[in-house]
């Protein structure tokens, strides 16, 4: 007969070598803290799945290196604490506002893309007057001189026609040849300037033609003032914001951690436009959330504004 005293620190091993040592019969006793029986169960069926056997080195070492590539366990997430009972209205708020975003986003990218095309021909109307101006920028300078050598010229023919009347019987002949080449320098002058002219005219008119092209782009009121009519773009953005405003709600409802400025800017992301006609809900979420804060002593600086005090000389 084989008698074995089975304990919490019995190894599967040295429990299986005493209980097949007793030839005809082996008797096991369990040692408890109590007399109930489940305690002795849950014994023995520890010692069963417990093996204390020796390890080779290799294998520790090979485990020891899987467990460092492992990686690291994440901690465990925080319990979130509810801060306010989410209203019954809330889904039926965000689903009108993201309706309202559904609505203006095809007019906001309609607008951005008509914007974006009137940039980009002013810029196309730029370069080509730009071009033009600069390919009509010598025959500008050509036809200043020109204009400059017909004026000088005009000035030498009145010159010579002023001394060929105060000239004498003496100096008479002389007058009339210098007013015979001061008219014919003129001739030539204008002459020369009409040439300049009509050489420039295709690339004035070109320059002229990409200015007016460009003007038109650049005056292209009526769009403008259309877009600012419909005020697309504020109400987009608005829409947007309100989305983010609610969901951030939503977060510091169900206890979500959040800082002080961001509270500060969660309540300021609630306030309701004066024409929003959901505004009582949203000043309640902005409400509850400003209630929050007070309690614990979270609110806005306000910016200490010195004034620079004069006596007047009055003594008291």
């Avoid at 940039?119 to 920028?137: P, S």
């Avoid at 020109?146 to 100096?171: C, F, M, P, Y």
């Avoid at 420039?200 to 009526?222: V, W």
């Amino acid at each position: 007969m084989s008698v074995t005293l089975a304990t919490a620190a019995t190894t599967g091993r040295g429990f299986y070598v005493s209980i097949s040592r007793g030839q005809e019969e082996n008797m096991i006793l369990v040692v408890t803290k109590s007399r109930d029986i489940r305690e002795a169960r849950e014994v023995l069926e520890t010692i069963l799945v417990s093996d204390r056997a020796d390890i080779p080195a290799t294998t520790v070492r090979r485990q020891l290196e899987q467990q460092d590539h492992q990686p690291p366990t994440p901690p465990p997430a925080p319990v979130l604490q509810v801060r306010c009972q989410i209203p019954e209205w809330w889904s039926q708020l965000r689903r009108l506002v993201v309706e309202e975003y559904s609505q203006l986003e095809p007019q906001f990218r309609a607008q951005e893309q008509r914007q974006a095309e009137r940039q980009q021909a002013i810029a196309i109307a730029e370069q080509r007057h730009d071009k033009a101006e600069e390919a009509c920028r010598p025959y500008n300078k050509e036809l200043s001189v020109a204009k400059n050598a017909v004026a000088s010229a005009d000035a030498a023919e009145r010159s010579a026609k002023q001394h060929l009347a105060d000239a004498g019987w003496r100096t008479r002949k002389q007058a009339r040849a210098d007013l015979a080449a001061a008219t014919e320098t003129t001739v030539e002058a204008r002459a020369h300037l009409a040439e300049v002219t009509a050489e420039r005219e295709p690339f004035q008119q070109a320059t002229s033609a990409a200015y007016k092209e460009l003007r038109r782009f650049k005056d292209s009121c009526g769009l403008r003032i259309i877009d600012s009519w419909t005020a697309i773009p504020e109400r987009f953005a608005n829409a947007q914001q309100r989305i983010e405003a609610l969901d951030a709600w939503k977060d510091w409802a169900t206890g979500k951690p959040i800082t002080s400025e961001q509270t500060l800017d969660l309540i300021d992301a609630l306030q309701p436009a004066s024409k929003d006609v959901n505004r009582e809900f949203h000043q309640s979420l902005a409400n509850a959330v400003e209630s929050w804060a007070e309690t614990r002593g979270i609110h806005r600086q306000q910016p200490t504004i010195e004034i620079e005090s004069h006596s007047f000389g009055i003594e008291l």
